[in-house]
């Protein structure tokens, strides 16, 4: 068969999603919400399931208005997607062709290295430092001619730590000079408050990525949406089908818009009580952690697969992913306070076993 040769030396992407369902787990380990979203949007999902519409192909209305209002964007700016990951997708198959390169500074979001390694891109990838910061040097250095996207994910995943707006606009520029696109992946922007959407006007190539999966809690709906000058997003909309978007995730998005302070609740609890907590705990108990904007940690630790099983084994999951140093760490999730009590007190005991 046809199949391009490069997608057959290809692996799958397989997080480890299967029978986390199966038990009362608490579900740290891909950094959703530890409780539902907005009673809201179940409530206008139940509606919607009984409007007899459920045969008829989705209609947006003012969708991407009303997320343009919720981002502060101009009318035009936005376009909805099916998750973040088609918004990255996207991006990819607009820019990228076989043997183009692409910097994806390491470690990143595996969706980035997917879609990239689909249109056949070569991957540069600049590491972090091992305090977690952005190799800026190493990035600027690397865009040339044959770079045609930089893909900046901030904060990072999944390290947590933040790129300064300062540090982008850099690569901003000398990617315009060399006419590269960058994609700034701000999947965590609700947790980190930190964007580069006030530089749209100024840099044509610049395209933002965000989700409503994380702090509204839209996973199951496959909710996303990019931010870029309306001219670019008139080509986007070349790529993008025009009913891709369900009308799960449309009612979804509507309904969460209409009650923010639902998702600023529990982003406060997440950031100003929670994410704390965890991080004395952890100083307390001498674990290494990088500094983090965002509704994780990852965390540096000896015996990163026992503690990871042993805490599977106590009702917890969390994820195993890279530190900078290509060695596996934890990546631990934040979610209320009472989660973070359970977590902290379950761990604290699995240590305690793990050392002995």
Request: proline share 5%; net charge neutral.
């Amino acid at each position: 068969m046809a199949i391009k040769n490069w997608i057959k030396k290809m692996g799958h992407y397989k997080p480890p999603l299967e029978g986390r369902s199966g038990k009362d787990y608490l579900l740290l380990d891909f950094n959703e919400r530890t409780t539902e979203p907005n009673p809201k949007v179940k409530d206008a999902l139940k509606k919607f399931i009984d409007s007899g519409r459920l045969q008829v192909y989705p209609e947006y209305g003012d969708l991407e208005d009303k997320i343009g209002e919720y981002a502060r964007v101009k009318p035009g700016q936005t376009m909805v997607t099916n998750g973040g990951d088609q918004g990255i997708d996207i991006i990819c198959r607009a820019h990228l062709d076989k043997g183009d390169k692409v910097i994806i500074p390491f470690p990143a979001f595996a969706m980035h290295y997917q879609s990239a390694g689909i249109q056949g891109a070569e991957t540069l990838e600049p590491k972090y430092k091992e305090d977690g910061s952005f190799p800026l040097e190493e990035t600027l250095n690397l865009i040339s001619d044959e770079v045609k996207l930089v893909i900046l994910c901030n904060p990072n995943n999944p390290l947590g730590s933040a790129i300064p707006i300062e540090k982008v606009e850099k690569v901003l520029e000398k990617a315009k000079e060399k006419e590269t696109a960058v994609l700034h992946d701000e999947a965590y922007f609700e947790f980190a408050g930190i964007t580069c959407k006030d530089l749209i006007e100024e840099y044509d190539n610049l395209y933002i990525m965000r989700t409503f999966a994380k702090a509204f809690g839209l996973v199951a709906t496959r909710a996303g949406y990019l931010i870029s000058q309306e001219k670019n997003i008139q080509e986007l909309l070349k790529i993008r089908g025009p009913y891709d978007i369900n009308m799960f995730a449309k009612i979804a998005i509507l309904a969460a818009l209409e009650d923010k302070k639902y998702m600023e609740d529990y982003v406060r609890e997440v950031m100003g009580e929670s994410k704390p907590k965890i991080e004395e705990f952890l100083r307390e108990k001498r674990i290494f952690f990088y500094p983090s904007a965002a509704n994780f940690l990852l965390l540096k630790i000896s015996n990163p697969q026992e503690i990871i099983e042993s805490l599977k084994l106590k009702g917890i999951l969390v994820r195993p992913k890279k530190a900078p140093d290509g060695k596996e760490a934890i990546r631990v999730s934040v979610g209320r306070m009472e989660d973070t009590k359970r977590f902290i007190k379950v761990f604290n005991e699995v240590l305690d076993k793990s050392f002995r």
